[in-house]
């Protein structure tokens, strides 16, 4: 990867980030997150110091916020029901100034999808905490 020195250049922002999913690039997308964790704790024997250490599982997890259309275009493209298929996100964050960056969440299902409507209000999203089974950040596994 290249990456580009910039002085007061455009960096990573909204603008530069496009997800694509099984129906192809979101576009009706508000908010998309992902993070990981692999917890580790000090494993101990005789006396006081830890003797080593001992790892969790690798947990990773994320949650989309789409419009009610884009939500509609995603359930049609896994056959009707979220919950049953796994699917592939790619998001590309590719400012104009500086390195391109990509994330991979593989394994993606829908856990659950929080909706709700209210009067006054001038939008409806619909959000959806995900399982995913690995993230992938330039094409390299989080965890292996």
Same mark, same amino acid.
Do not use: H
């Given at each position: 990867?290249?990456?580009?020195?910039?002085?007061?250049?455009?960096?990573y %922002?909204?603008?530069?980030?496009?997800?694509?999913?099984?129906q192809?690039?979101?576009?009706g997308?508000?908010?998309?997150?992902?993070?990981s964790?692999?917890?580790?704790?000090?494993?101990?024997?005789?006396?006081?110091?830890?003797?080593g250490?001992g790892?969790?599982?690798?947990?990773?997890?994320g949650?989309?916020?789409? %419009?009610?259309?884009?939500? %509609?275009?995603?359930?049609?493209?896994?056959?009707?029901s979220?919950?049953?298929?796994?699917?592939?996100?790619?998001?590309?964050m590719?400012?104009?100034?500086?390195?391109v960056?990509?994330?991979?969440l593989?394994?993606?299902?829908?856990?659950?999808?929080?909706?709700?409507a209210k009067?006054?209000?001038?939008?409806?999203?619909?959000?959806?905490?995900l399982?995913?089974?690995?993230?992938?950040?330039?094409?390299?596994?989080?965890?292996?």
């Open positions: 990867m290249d990456a580009k020195i910039t002085v007061n250049g455009i960096l %922002d909204w603008e530069c980030v496009t997800v694509v999913g099984p192809g690039t979101f576009i997308i508000t908010e998309i997150t992902w993070k964790k692999q917890e580790k704790e000090n494993r101990y024997g005789k006396g006081g110091a830890p003797r250490v790892r969790k599982n690798y947990e990773p997890e949650s989309i916020t789409l %419009d009610p259309d884009e939500f %509609d275009r995603l359930r049609l493209a896994l056959g009707g979220v919950y049953r298929k796994s699917f592939v996100l790619e998001i590309n590719a400012p104009p100034d500086a390195a960056s990509a994330v991979t593989t394994g993606v299902m829908v856990n659950d999808i929080d909706q709700s009067q006054g209000e001038s939008k409806i999203e619909i959000k959806c905490s399982r995913v089974g690995m993230i992938r950040r330039d094409g390299v596994a989080e965890y292996e």
